[in-house]
């Protein structure tokens, strides 16, 4: 589980290919990963490669400074304990189009936010998460399910 740091504006990211770390992909993450796999050409980093999972950094770390505490930034964990949310943000390059990253929230059905910036651009990705992670918590976006390639179609990747 060898890579390299990116730091950022509050947010340190460190690459990681994702074959390294199929045996622990977290629950909510595991569609998602089983769906990017089927998808010809695509290369896959885990940006949010942490020693708790290899896959996940808290919610806390990229919560935009004007949005407050808030109680979706929060899950209800096993023996009714509270923990701030898992996010996991995935690197991803296509031959013959921009490199992108997918944020992938925990949640019922996850939420999923395509930021258009590489891992060479880790402020742009940082501005995209923080972006996205405030429209999580303000329930600023439409909940339903989707999948890897509508996000992947829908942004022409």
């Given at each position: 589980?060898?890579?390299?740091?990116?730091?950022?504006?509050?947010?340190?990211?460190?690459?990681?290919?994702?074959?390294?770390?199929?045996?622990?992909?977290?629950?909510?993450?595991?569609?998602?990963?089983?769906?990017?796999?089927?998808?010809?050409?695509?290369?896959?980093?885990?940006?949010?490669?942490?020693?708790?999972?290899?896959?996940?950094?808290?919610?806390?770390?990229?919560?935009?400074?004007?949005?407050?505490?808030?109680?979706?930034?929060?899950?209800?964990?096993?023996?009714?304990?509270?923990?701030?949310?898992?996010?996991?943000?995935?690197?991803?390059?296509?031959k013959n189009a921009a490199p992108c990253?997918?944020?992938?929230?925990?949640?019922?059905?996850?939420?999923?936010?395509?930021?258009?910036?590489?891992?060479?651009?880790?402020?742009?990705?940082?501005?995209?998460?923080?972006?996205?992670?405030?429209?999580?918590?303000?329930?600023?976006?439409?909940?339903?399910?989707?999948?890897?390639?509508?996000?992947?179609?829908?942004?022409?990747?």
């Open positions: 589980m060898h890579g390299r740091r990116i730091r950022s504006k509050g947010l340190e990211l460190s690459t990681v290919s994702l074959g390294d770390n199929l045996d622990s992909v977290p629950d909510f993450l595991r569609d998602i990963v089983e769906q990017l796999e089927q998808i010809d050409d695509v290369a896959v980093q885990i940006l949010t490669n942490s020693e708790a999972d290899g896959w996940t950094t808290n919610f806390f770390t990229s919560k935009p400074v004007d949005i407050g505490d808030h109680d979706r930034q929060y899950v209800m964990a096993p023996g009714s304990m509270i923990r701030y949310r898992m996010m996991c943000i995935l690197a991803i390059t296509r990253c997918l944020l992938i929230v925990e949640d019922d059905p996850v939420f999923m936010r395509l930021i258009a910036a590489g891992i060479q651009e880790p402020d742009l990705i940082h501005e995209g998460v923080c972006e996205a992670v405030g429209d999580f918590l303000l329930e600023n976006y439409r909940k339903e399910v989707v999948t890897v390639k509508q996000v992947f179609s829908h942004f022409q990747i």
